[in-house]
Every structure is written in C-alpha cells, then in structure tokens.
C-alpha cells in the first residue's frame, strides 16, 4: 500500500509539473468555483445550485434547495458525505454520492455559533467550524457534540486571523489566512507550524506537498523540505484549480477545463 501511494504522489507531482497537456473537457459554464473528490468527478458551485461531473466532463446529478441562499463551500473529500455550507443561513447540509440529501440542514446557530465564514468535514463524520468570535476552531463529532477546540488563534500571528479556507487531510487540519500563510494543525487541533505562503487565493494539500495559487501563479511548497516550486499552466487567467489522480482542472471565467498530462 505504501508503495502504492508513493507510485501515485510521484505521478502526480511529476503531471503537474508537465508544460504540455492534452484537453480532455472543457466544461462551458460560468460558475462561483469547484472542488474535487479523489476520484476525479468536479463539483461546480453556481449560485444555489451544485453539478456533478464526471472525470470527462460528464453531466451526472444536480442539487440546490433555494430556502438557503447562495452555496459558500463544497467539501467533497468523503465522496459519500458531501458537505455544502451556507454562510448566509449559518448552515450545513450533507449529501450523497448522487446528490440526495441525507437529513435535515443543521443550523450552526444553535450550537451558539454565530455567521461562522468557514466549516470543513473532519474524521468520523465530523465538522470543524471557524468561530471568528473567539478566532479558534472548533470540531463537533457526528452528533454535533463540541469535542475540540484550539483556542484563540491570534496568540500564533502577529495580526488578527482573516481566513478564507479550511480542509482537513491526511491527519492534518489546513487553515488559509492569506495575510500571514497557511496554519497546519493535527486533527487533535494542536498547532504545528505555518506555511510562509501569502496572498493565497486556494491551495490543495497532497502527500507532503501544498499546492497553492497566488498572484494568478500556480505554486507549490514541501511541508517538510520547505522547497518551493512553480509551475507552467496551459491556460491563463485562472480563477481556481485542483488536480486528482493525473487531471489537471482549471477554472476561468467562462469554463472549467480537464487536462491530462503528457
């Protein structure tokens, strides 16, 4: 299985740092932007609707539900239990890998939590919530029990926190505060250390490996290394990417295009 993964994380930072691709899709569609799950399919956000597509750019399900406002994230990284926030309503609804909801919303306000700008999936079916009143995060497990919390983050920068992004992966909790760089705890919640990258827009962990864009440039910067890298992108003006298995996704503003790499 090691060998496995360690085969898969060379190919894949190997096809990202390809100069030429080949398009396997170019998706027509003015979206807010996309995730991915591990298995390739895209999550396109418009408005209060969400589209499933397969790794070639195929159509698969729709979701929205209009009584919530706009969708703020996607988290897909358990594709069976797709997390949509929507921070307008202060709520989260999960889905199914055909986009069927399971339950109710859950209205983060009554967890005392109030208009919280972030929220992620965590292990064991479990949420980790940004609470930019007492600027820590805070993870419920599956029956919304608060287990976790770091404790005033603004103790480990030298300005208030302003994130714009969290994901948890590989054992690791990711937070994104483009001011001073990326916050790297366990899933226990316990401080590691900071990425110095600033300015990031989105980033996307893989293996040891943060790939992030800032300043309309894809980047990348080893955990353990610190070494840092840049890359060529077959397209400009990108708004957002992601890369899964070998496909390069890039987002513009009219389309989101699959790339294989050769």
Same mark, same amino acid.
């Given at each position: 299985m090691r060998k496995l993964f360690f085969l898969f994380f060379l190919f894949t930072t190997t096809c990202f740092a390809q100069s030429k691709y080949t398009l396997i899709k170019s998706i027509?569609?003015?979206?807010?932007?996309?995730?991915?799950?591990?298995?390739?399919?895209?999550?396109?956000?418009?408005?209060?609707?969400?589209s499933k597509y397969d790794k070639t750019g195929k159509l698969l399900y729709k979701y929205s539900n209009k009584n919530l406002g706009?969708?703020?994230?996607?988290?897909?990284?358990?594709? $069976? #239990?797709?997390?949509?926030f929507y921070k307008q309503f202060s709520s989260v609804v999960f889905l199914d890998n055909t986009l069927s909801q399971n339950g109710e919303p859950i209205?983060?306000?009554l967890l005392d939590i109030y208009q919280p700008p972030l929220v992620c999936s965590s292990y064991n079916n479990g949420i980790w919530v940004y609470d930019q009143q007492s600027f820590s995060? $805070? #993870?419920y497990d599956k029956t919304l029990q608060d287990i976790l919390q770091t404790g005033n983050l603004n103790t480990l920068q030298n300005d208030s926190l302003q994130p714009n992004m969290v994901i948890e992966y590989d054992n690791r909790l990711y937070l994104n505060n483009p001011r001073s760089g990326i916050l790297i705890f366990d899933i226990y919640g316990?401080?590691?250390?900071?990425i110095p990258v600033k300015n990031a827009t989105g980033f996307q962990p893989i293996a040891d490996w943060v790939y992030y864009q800032s300043?309309?440039?894809?980047?990348?910067?080893?955990?353990?290394?610190t070494e840092e890298k840049e890359f060529e992108m077959p397209l400009s003006d990108i708004l957002n990417f992601r890369l899964e298995m070998g496909i390069l996704m890039l987002q513009t503003e009219k389309s989101i295009s699959l790339f294989s790499a050769e």
């Open positions: 027509e569609i003015e979206s807010d932007y996309f995730t991915t799950d591990n298995q390739s399919n895209v999550y396109v956000v418009t408005g209060n609707e969400l706009n969708i703020t994230s996607v988290d897909a990284s358990n594709m $069976l #239990r797709i997390l949509l209205n983060l306000s995060l $805070l #993870r316990t401080y590691y250390k900071t300043d309309k440039k894809i980047k990348a910067y080893n955990i353990k290394t």
